[in-house]
Each structure stands twice: as C-alpha cells, then as structure tokens.
C-alpha cells in the first residue's frame, strides 16, 4: 500500500523554524517527484514546493522563497521542509504528495501554528 | 501572479449533473487535474491531465477543456459527493498552483 506519514508539526514562536518530515513506503520513492502542499485552517489548497527525483530541480511559490527549502533523502525514502522565519500566515496543516498523475497520494497532513 | 478561478459553491439534487469550471491564462498549455476533498480528510485526485480518471474513481467524475476553462462533471451525483472541489494547474514557470476551489451541495 502507497503510504505517506508527514510528521514535525508542532507550535512555534514568529520567527523561528521547523523542519518537517514525510516518510513515503509502498512505491519507489526516488522514481518520483514529491510536493508539499498546505491547508490553512478554513481555507483552500496552497501548492508550497516540489523537487524531482534526484534533488536537482526544487521549484517554490513565491511566498515562501528564501525562507523555506525542501529536500530528499532517498536512502531513507523521505521528503524534508526546512521551514525558517516562520510567520503567522504560514500557520496551516502542510501535507506531503507524490507527483505523479496529479498530486497522488497525500499524506493525513501535520500542523504547524506559527503563534507567540 | 497565476490564478485559477473556480466558483465558490454549487448545488445539485441527487440524481443530477454538477458543473465546475476553472478558468486560467495557462490553462490551453498546460494540463489540469481535479481535487476531491471531505472535511477532515486530504485531499484526492478525481481526474488528471484534463480529462483521465484515476481507478477507483466512479464513471460519474469527468473532465473536458475548451480554451482558458476546464471543467469537471458530476452526472448522477450521489450524497457522498459533497465537499470541497479544487482543480489543479501549473504555471509558465513550472510552479504549480490550486483554483480557489467549489464546495458542492447536494441538496
């Protein structure tokens, strides 16, 4: 079965950072793009960032450019999101996908609250 | 920046067709896909590169485009079809974006 588990979520002072992670299990993660995606809380779909197979390409919206980086290990079939200078916008629930046919599957997501 | 215009709500009696569309600039060129989201649960893809259903999706779901909108098509929707609808795109620089998405209500 294709699973992704985000994990990393948490509360966090403006400012600060987080790292979060996605364990991917059930395909061969380095054959595949993945995203991460973010939901804030009563709001709609906001693509953050992709990265291709291989590290190589990463591709950001432009709101989270300079603050944010994504990153893979595929030894250990996992998706990274080093999130720096958080801010309160950036309080949502974030989750992991693959890119492949769509974003397919996606994670059950973590929450990070950027609050003091 | 890219947008991807959706309308906010639509409501459809069981039984009946629901229309979403998504209009963008960028849309002739680039593929969309579609979102299905129930409250508490991530979201899934309902219909990829414009017009193509995942297995497992019910026959109901389609996709069609024509110039700047693309749409997604409920025939015969059923109860379990209500939630939020989110099409998918990406832009001329290879940055993905999402549509404002649609809360369907079967009424």
């Known amino acids: 079965e294709v699973q992704l588990v985000e994990s990393g979520g948490g509360l966090v002072q403006p400012g600060g950072s987080l790292r979060l992670s996605c364990a991917a299990s059930g395909f061969t993660f380095s054959n595949y793009w993945m995203s991460w995606v973010r939901q804030a809380p009563g709001k709609g779909l906001e693509w953050v960032a992709n990265i291709k197979q291989d590290g190589s390409e990463k591709y950001y919206v432009d709101s989270v450019k300079g603050r944010f980086t994504i990153s893979r290990d595929n030894a250990k079939n996992s998706l990274y999101l080093q999130m720096n200078s958080l801010r309160a916008e950036d309080t949502a629930v974030y989750y992991c996908?693959?890119?492949?046919?769509?974003?397919?599957?996606w994670g059950q997501g973590t929450l990070v609250t950027v609050s003091s | 920046s890219y947008e991807l215009t959706q309308p906010p709500s639509v409501s459809v009696s069981p039984g009946q067709t629901a229309r979403i569309t998504c209009s963008g600039d960028?849309?002739?060129?680039?593929?969309a896909y579609w979102y299905q989201q129930k409250p508490g649960q991530a979201p899934v893809v309902v219909i990829y590169k414009d017009s193509e259903r995942p297995s497992g999706i019910p026959e109901r779901f389609s996709g069609s485009s024509s110039g700047t909108t693309v749409t997604l098509t409920i025939s015969g929707v059923q109860a379990e079809d209500e939630a939020d609808y989110y099409c998918?795109?990406?832009?001329?620089?290879?940055?993905?974006?999402f549509g404002t998405g649609t809360k369907v209500t079967v009424l």
């Open positions: 960028a849309l002739p060129k680039q593929y």
């Open positions: 996908a693959r890119d492949y046919e769509g974003l397919d599957p």
């Open positions: 998918q795109s990406a832009d001329s620089s290879g940055t993905y974006v």
